[in-house]
């Protein structure tokens, strides 16, 4: 049956021995150079036994107490006759094992009762990490009797008992007023970590809180921001359908800025084509307008619609076929229009337009378009003798507006019959 161990065991491994293996390091911790500091050494007033005192400063001698405040702590000296001293030679091992050894080793050789065994140790560590111990042993029922001849020079202090060796050190004798310093000493290193501590996190607190302070810049304008998009929301929404409509109003002046005006179109086609010139198709695509129709000669139409102004890109998209005996050509000629030129006036005001309708004259006279482009006026013809009629005058005809006469595509119109004799003189015009 097996056995049942209470041993902390991990995979052959002694947990509490590793544990202590991992702890043992760190109890020394203050006497490391870099935090000795943090456990000042206490003053102590030694009692030798010849009756003098002197001041040590742990366990380093100072000088004599005489002129000095006394101490809070103080020590006396065993004299020679009250003390079993031992060599140990140990090898390498930590304090904690160099002590439980002196321990053991004083059990052993003392020939004193367990209860009335008091000793001492002080380790020389080597270069090889070996270990040299001076071990001293008395009795605490001698010590004590000891103590009381220098009770008077205590003064009601409790004492510390110690045992100097060869080379001046002293070795401290556990069970005495040792503890007190020990304790004082405990509550400096407290202090001193404590106030390590207080500097590490004040350390850390001066380099926090330049980003603490700009975290909380940062959300108290998210907030500022949220507040301020709440106030102008309404406003936001208006620019919003502000812009929007800019931009409708934009593309709208754009779209009316590239329409080209049809009817000025034809009025110049009217103005600019010859008599011989006849159009049976017109087709406006944007800026690009088709024409076909008949001519007699197709080559000077087309240089006569090159060389017009707003007219460009002139060209036949097919070739022009002669029709029978008839001695015309049959034309397409496609071009392109300038939008400047024949666009839709888009910042002129309506009621400008209709002032100008308004103002217009009340008969326009008719021109003729003659091959040359030029307008002329025919004259009345002359009335004939004879007493002149009165012609009952009639309501008002409204203005037009008329775009150089009547129009037609080539070809002279008919003109009006000639008025009677004994009648209102009539006027004639024609257009081309």
């Known amino acids: 049956m097996p056995s049942l161990s209470s041993e902390a065991r ?27 500091w943090l456990t000042p050494a206490a003053p102590v007033r030694l009692l030798h036994p010849d009756g003098r005192e002197t001041l040590w400063l742990g366990h380093e001698r100072e000088g004599a107490v005489a002129g000095k405040a006394p101490p809070p702590f103080a020590a006396v000296e065993l004299p020679e006759d009250l003390v079993l001293r031992r060599s140990l030679a140990l090898p390498p091992m930590g304090a904690a094992d160099v002590a439980n050894a002196s321990a053991l080793e004083a059990r052993s050789v003392s020939p004193f009762a367990a209860d009335d065994l008091a000793w001492g140790h002080r380790a020389y560590w080597q270069g090889n990490g070996s270990a040299r111990v001076d071990l001293v042993l008395s009795s605490r029922r001698q010590i004590a009797q000891y103590l009381a001849t220098r009770a008077d020079a205590l003064a009601g202090l409790e004492p510390e008992v110690w045992v100097r060796t060869a080379g001046g050190l002293p070795i401290v004798l556990e069970g005495y007023g040792e503890g007190l310093r020990k304790a004082h000493a405990m509550r400096w290193r407290r202090t001193g970590y404590a106030l390590m501590g207080l500097i590490v996190v004040l350390l850390a607190a001066l380099a926090v809180t330049p980003s603490l302070q700009l975290r909380a810049r940062a959300l108290e304008a998210a907030q ?7 106030r102008t929301a309404p406003v936001v929404r208006q620019r919003e359908l502000l812009m929007q409509s800019a931009d409708k109003l934009t593309q709208l002046s754009e779209l009316v800025s590239n329409r080209i005006e049809p009817l ?12 011989d010139t006849y159009l049976q198709s017109f087709r406006l695509q944007g800026a690009k307008v088709t024409i076909a129709g008949m001519t007699n000669n197709a080559s000077a139409l087309m240089q006569l619609l090159g060389n017009e102004a707003g007219f460009k890109e002139v060209r036949a998209p097919s070739a022009a076929t002669r029709m029978g005996n008839t001695g015309k050509e049959s034309f397409s000629i496609e071009f392109m229009l300038d939008p400047h030129v024949y666009g839709a006036p888009v910042s002129a005001p309506i009621a400008a337009a209709a002032a100008a309708a308004a103002s217009a004259p009340a008969a326009a006279p008719i021109a003729s378009a003659p091959a040359a482009g030029n307008a002329a006026v025919v004259p009345a013809a002359p009335a004939a003798p004879g007493p002149a009629t009165a012609v009952p005058a009639g309501p008002a005809s409204p203005p037009k507006a008329t775009f150089g006469g009547g129009a037609t595509f080539g070809g002279t119109p008919t003109r009006p019959a000639a008025a009677p004799s004994g009648g209102a003189p009539a006027s004639a015009s024609g257009a081309r």
């Open 10 to 36: 991990f995979l052959g491994v002694d947990l509490r021995m590793l544990w202590r293996e991992i702890r043992q390091p760190w109890l020394r911790m203050h006497d490391w150079p870099a935090l000795a």
């Open 224 to 230: 500022a921001y949220g507040e301020a998009a709440q």
């Open 264 to 275: 000025k179109v034809l009025d110049r086609l009217t103005q600019l084509l010859p008599d």
